[in-house]
């Protein structure tokens, strides 16, 4: 079975770093045809993509975004971290970690999808 | 303010059929794969359709997408009470290297 789980802080201040990891379980972060995503929604909001990272650890961030964050792996202990500079009350939101799953037949970047998602895990940002 | 477009809420009655639009550009839906997600109220999003039209295992037969040019459409075929969810529509974009998603559309079943 396929899971994935968020951890983190729940509550954090203006102009901290966030720190949150995806710990998964069932297929292996060394897998050519799967990576991890981050994804989070704002309460009552729509889902916006933040990173991800491919098992040949290759990277890439949201554009609005990319100055702030820093994804990376530990294959060894099935994590992906992603670390989010100078938090803001804007950034409260449920951070959500998917696979991404990577078709044998199209690309890989344009072709693939989330599946499962962790459950996610609610950061709030006040002081 | 989201790249892809999608209607903010729909409705319809139990046992009909929806659809829910998502309008893009030649930099999203026209060049690459469109996925769909559901939404529980307060759960995480679940895979519904992936690479335009597919099927994951086990969810419904109910559930179809389609695309054409720069637009994709989910449809909801046998309306039920546990249909109602919001859906995201998603795909990377090639201007932005990254994934976009709709703004989410919440259906109701009336």
């Known amino acids: 079975q396929v899971t994935l789980k968020e951890s983190g802080p729940v509550l954090v201040k203006p102009t901290e770093t966030l720190t949150l990891t995806c710990t998964v379980s069932g297929f292996s972060l060394s897998n050519a045809r799967m990576g991890v995503s981050w994804i989070r929604q704002p309460p009552g909001k729509a889902l916006e993509w933040l990173a991800h990272?491919?098992?040949?650890?290759?990277?890439s961030y949201s554009t609005s975004l990319k100055s702030r964050l820093t994804i990376s792996k530990d294959t060894s202990k099935s994590q992906v971290v992603l670390t989010m500079t100078n938090m803001d009350p804007v950034d409260t939101a449920t951070y959500y970690c998917?696979?991404?799953?990577?078709?044998?037949?199209?690309?890989?970047?344009?072709?693939?999808?989330?599946?499962?998602w962790g459950q996610g895990t609610l950061v709030t940002v006040s002081s | 303010q989201s790249v892809l477009t999608q209607p903010p809420s729909v409705s319809e009655a139990p046992r009909q059929r929806v659809t829910i639009s998502c309008s893009g550009s030649?930099?999203?839906?026209?060049?690459?794969?469109v996925n769909w997600y559901q939404q529980l109220p307060g759960k995480a999003p679940k895979l519904l359709i992936y690479?335009?039209?597919l099927l994951p295992s086990g969810v419904s037969d109910r559930f179809s997408g389609s695309k054409s040019g720069t637009s994709a459409s989910l449809a909801i075929s046998g309306l039920q009470s546990e249909d109602e969810a919001d859906y995201y529509c998603a795909a990377w974009d090639d201007r932005l290297n990254g994934v976009v998603f709709g703004g989410g559309t919440k259906l109701t079943v009336l």
């Open positions: 690479y335009d039209d």
């Open positions: 030649s930099s999203n839906i026209g060049n690459n794969a």
């Open positions: 998917a696979r991404m799953n990577i078709p044998a037949y199209g690309d890989y970047l344009r072709d693939n999808w989330f599946d499962p």
């Open positions: 990272i491919f098992s040949n650890d290759e990277k």
